[in-house]
T-cell receptor, first 114, second 113 residues
Framework: DAGVIQSPRHEVTEMGQEVTLRCKPISGHNSLFWYRQTMMRGLELLIYFNNNVPIDDSGMPEDRFSAKMPNASFSTLKIQPSEPRDSAVYFC????????????FGDGTRLSIL | GNSVTQMEGPVTLSEEAFLTINCTYTATGYPSLFWYVQYPGEGLQLLLKATKADDKGSNKGFEATYRKETTSFHLEKGSVQVSDSAVYFCALSDSNTGNQFYFGTGTSLTVIP
């Protein structure tokens, strides 16, 4: 079974550039989560969607960050303009309907902003 | 509110030693509890879970028991291996908040031969 698929796996870009991270959740899962992981702050929830609708974006650090889920099989996290402090590993996770279901994580995108 | 507190790391053990990683939680509803493991360069993987009080989750020699009276879900393994070296995360999902998860800060484990 295909798991959560994230692309790219690695991204290196200069500050000021737009960055787009992509995620394909597990088929049939109706909740999708974006996390950021750094050594200093650990794992932080940025935003999550239920049935393609954003439910809680209180973790999005600032207006430079935006996320969309145009359909059940695709989501993007965009940073524009990017800054060096955005360097981190970004994870996407999905979970199926019903309570007590675990989240399934992708392998992450390692983002470096120079 | 909901939160998870797990013991600070890093933890370093010799091979075949006994492992305990403490995890306590606060929740407003009836949480399900999870342990995740993260190997270097990878995403978090579900290790085990328990969905109600007194349930014991187990997988790959790891165990954790959902203790409602002490609001705890400590991870244990009787004999660790070098391959168990990873970061371990305790997490909860609360029935009152749908599918949202609350993760602990993670505990790094290194097992030396």
């Amino acid at each position: 079974d295909a798991g959560v698929i994230q692309s790219p796996r690695h991204e290196v870009t200069e500050m000021g550039q737009e960055v787009t991270l992509r995620c394909k959740p597990i088929s049939g899962h109706n909740s999708l989560f974006w996390y950021r992981q750094t050594m200093m702050r650990g794992l932080e929830l940025l935003i999550y969607f239920n049935n393609n609708v954003p439910i809680d974006d209180s973790g999005m650090p600032e207006d430079r960050f935006s996320a969309k889920m145009p359909n059940a099989s695709f989501s993007t996290l965009k940073i524009q303009p990017s800054e060096p402090r955005d360097s981190a590993v970004y994870f996407c996770a999905s979970t199926g309907g019903g309570l007590n279901q675990p989240q399934h994580f992708g392998d992450g995108t390692r983002l470096s902003i120079l | 509110g909901n939160s998870v507190t797990q013991m600070e790391g890093p933890v370093t053990l010799s091979e075949e030693a006994f492992l305990t990683i403490n995890c306590t939680y606060t929740a407003t509803g009836y949480p399900s509890l999870f342990w995740y493991v993260q190997y270097p360069g990878e995403g978090l993987q579900l290790l085990l879970k328990a969905t109600k009080a007194d349930d014991k989750g187990s997988n790959k020699g790891f165990e954790a028991t959902y203790r409602k009276e002490t609001t705890s879900f400590h991870l244990e393994k009787g004999s660790v291996q070098v391959s168990d070296s990873a970061v371990y995360f305790c997490a909860l999902s609360d029935s009152n908040t749908g599918n949202q998860f609350y993760f602990g800060t993670g505990t790094s484990l290194t097992v030396i031969p």
